[in-house]
């Protein structure tokens, strides 16, 4: 096996789950059919889901679970560290499209040095 294939498998699988955060970006939170439908039918699983979104938008929750597994794991030696600042990618990707740019942003330049990091 190529030294090279688990970084070049990491950053397909990270793109197409930027592109999957995308497509939900613009299919679900901003498609203007949703807005007239979710107010008719609010009970649908795609209302409930897009007002789920819609509060951890708010909230920051997104952005905040990928900003703390970053930081922990930017002081963490080991696997453990690097583990975590995956965690933190993952999470943060979804974060910085939908929404929550300003932590997000901090988020994934602090889980992208973890990841870049010898040790």
């Known amino acids: ?8 498998l990491l950053l397909t699988l990270l793109s197409l789950w930027l592109a999957a955060s995308y497509g939900l970006r613009f299919a679900l939170m901003e498609d203007s059919r949703w807005i007239g439908l979710c107010v008719d039918e609010a009970l649908r699983w795609e209302c409930q889901l897009r007002a789920g979104l819609g ?3 708010h909230f920051r929750i997104l952005a905040w679970c990928a900003l703390i597994p970053a930081l922990v794991g930017f002081f ?6 690097r583990w975590l600042g995956l965690l933190a990618l993952i999470l943060g990707i979804p974060a910085l499209v939908l929404y ?17 990091r010898e040790t």
């Open 1 to 8: 096996m190529n030294a090279r294939m688990p970084p070049i």
């Open 55 to 57: 509060l951890m938008i």
């Open 76 to 81: 963490l030696p080991g696997r453990a560290g």
């Open 100 to 116: 929550t740019a300003t932590l997000a942003v901090f988020a994934l330049v602090i889980a992208g040095l973890r990841l870049v």
